[in-house]
């Protein structure tokens, strides 16, 4: 007998739209400020903070803006969202575990 099996590809597709002049692209990290989102999964919180020293060591970053969303499973709030893109030229979200 033959199964079935259904795949789903989680990624979004490409977008063929050019990039506007406010995503202006970053050419390097010396003098930026980088942000973290810490989706708040188990030891995310630690590579945060490891990576945030490198960045500032290792690659000149001026300075470092965490947040932290208070569960995995809910969006940022919309002021930290904020103050992120306002305060940022590089923010990354990630996970841990």
Known sequence: MTATLILFDPTAPRSDAPVSSAHA???TLAGAVVG?????????????????????SRYGVARVVKRRKRSASVPAPADAIDELARECDLVITGSGD
């Open 25 to 27: 692209q970053l050419r």
């Open 36 to 56: 973290f989102i810490d989706n708040a999964k188990p030891n995310f919180n630690h590579l945060v903070d490891d990576l945030a020293d490198a960045l500032v």
